[in-house]
Each structure stands twice: as structure tokens, then as C-alpha cells.
């Protein structure tokens, strides 16, 4: 499989994993108000891929409040630059060969998600997810003193 392969199906299972639209990216509650209040409670956020790296959220946190969330998710995927110069004699590549590259490299990549919610609250964590793979794992914390499991 060559490079260019496998950088496409990274990208794929990327805005598979992230952007499918289908609410896979789930909050669970581990501490604060609202692990206080109902420990199972799991918060699904909707997801949209706007790019191969990043796309919208939403979500609602549970009640009383209800309130509507939305906010960006985002991806890095790393990248290897290489430079070739060298000095050439044949006929065909008289002088020198040039080049400049960058690919993308598998591994795990890192990611991040923010929200702000209609009544100011702001929901922001990380996450990390394996290059082809369509899940990943990660934690987050918003402005009320609440701290959540993020897992897709």
C-alpha cells in the first residue's frame, strides 16, 4: 500500500470518526454538578465535518438549564517535510535536483474541542485518536466546575 493510500484512509476514518453527523462523540460526566446530580447520564454531541481536520459541534447539557451548546472540533494530523539537493552530471538532469516535500505521517493524532453554550458557558478538552481508526479518547471541562470523559 503506498503512502498516498494510507494517507487517504487516514483522512477518511478521520471525518469518519469525527464528522459522521451520527452523535458518535459522547460526554460522560465525572465530576461536578451534574455527575452530582445523575452519574449515568451520557451527553451526545452531533458532529459535522466542515473539513478533513475540523468541523462543528453541538450538544445539550442535561437539565435544569437545557442548555444548547455549540462550538468546533479539530484535528493535527503530523507532517514530515523532506528536502532533496544534490548535484547531477548526467545529460538527462544536468546541474542540480531540487525538492521540496511534506507528507503526512500515521500515528496518533491529537485534537481538541470548544463550545460555548447560549446561557455563556464554555466547554473545552482534548483528545487523541489513532491514524486510521474510527474512535478516540479524550477529557474535557467546562466553566461550571464540571469534568467530563469524552470517548467516539
Request: with cysteine; hydrophobic share 30%.
Amino acid at each position: 500500500m503506498t503512502l498516498r493510500a494510507l494517507l487517504a484512509l487516514s483522512s477518511l476514518a478521520l471525518v469518519t470518526a469525527c464528522g459522521n453527523g451520527q452523535g458518535d462523540m459522547r460526554l460522560y460526566p465525572l465530576q461536578g454538578p451534574i455527575a452530582m446530580q445523575s452519574p449515568a447520564t451520557m451527553i451526545p454531541v452531533k458532529s459535522e465535518d466542515d473539513t478533513d481536520t475540523s468541523g462543528t459541534i453541538s450538544f445539550r447539557l442535561p437539565k435544569p438549564d437545557k442548555t444548547r451548546c455549540t462550538g468546533t472540533w479539530t484535528s493535527v494530523v503530523p507532517k514530515v517535510t523532506s528536502r532533496e539537493r544534490g548535484l547531477s552530471l548526467t545529460l538527462r538532469d544536468t546541474g542540480g535536483k531540487f525538492k521540496n516535500a511534506s507528507e503526512d505521517v500515521g500515528g496518533i493524532n491529537s485534537g481538541e474541542i470548544y463550545a460555548v453554550c447560549t446561557d455563556g458557558t464554555r466547554v473545552q478538552g482534548t483528545f487523541i485518536m489513532g491514524s486510521g481508526t474510527q474512535s478516540g479518547t479524550g477529557s474535557a471541562t467546562d466553566s461550571r466546575g464540571n469534568s467530563y470523559k469524552l470517548l467516539f
